[in-house]
């Protein structure tokens, strides 16, 4: 099976997230700058989470390169990441509309970690279903980011019950490590790519 199929239900999903994430905001009834203040929390709950959802695009479609085969192993790893991206919108609301208190944000926490695993999870199904040589191996190496992300999402959710601004530090922080798409990747895929 080709990747084609699979890159184009990614971004179905990815494009429906986006849109439920914004669709939750709530239109201010006023016409002053005011009326946006309470708004502020779910606000920027939403621009992390529209953060994190770019991230994952990004770098899925860089990764999604390296990718010639599609097995029934990579289709469920893909499908099990696109679980725990579904459920962005949700604790983004339930974070955002409780001011970030510590057990939304928590749960928010929760749902990082467990789509950092499910990526992890996705990686090592392409990288088994290539082979030794793998295109994507050889790209990640160790990926020591891939790992620190996903200690730092869980440590960020533990410590949203001692204090929630620290949590939603560390979630900041994480998404800066990844702004950029993986560089490692498109330069692997570069060295492949014929002249």
């Given at each position: 099976?080709?990747?084609n ?6 971004d ?23 009326t ?17 959802v ?28 696109l ?34 695993i ?39 959710a ?5 204090q929630?601004w ?9 998404a ?10 498109e ?9």
């Amino acid at each position: 099976m080709t990747k084609n199929r699979l890159e184009a239900f990614s971004d179905g999903v990815i494009a429906i997230i986006i849109t439920i994430m914004v669709l939750e905001l709530k239109v201010p009834h006023g016409t002053d700058l005011a009326t946006l203040q309470p708004l502020l929390p779910a606000f920027l709950s939403y621009v992390l989470s529209f953060l994190y959802v770019a991230i994952y695009w990004n770098n899925h479609h860089h990764m999604l390169h390296t990718v010639r085969h599609v097995s029934g192993g990579i289709l469920w790893a893909n499908l099990h990441l696109l679980f725990w991206l579904s459920l962005f919108p949700f604790t983004t609301g339930w974070m955002g509309e409780n001011h970030a208190a510590p057990i939304p944000t928590a749960v928010y926490g929760g749902v990082l970690f467990m789509a950092a695993i499910a990526w992890l999870m996705l990686q090592r199904a392409i990288i088994a279903q290539q082979g030794r040589d793998s295109l994507l191996k050889a790209a990640v190496g160790r990926d020591w980011k891939g790992k620190l992300s996903t200690v730092l999402y869980l440590a960020a959710a533990l410590l949203a019950f001692v204090q929630p601004w620290i949590a939603l530090a560390l979630y900041a922080l994480v998404a800066l490590m990844w702004l950029l798409p993986d560089p490692r990747i498109e330069r692997a895929v570069g060295r492949e790519a014929p002249p």
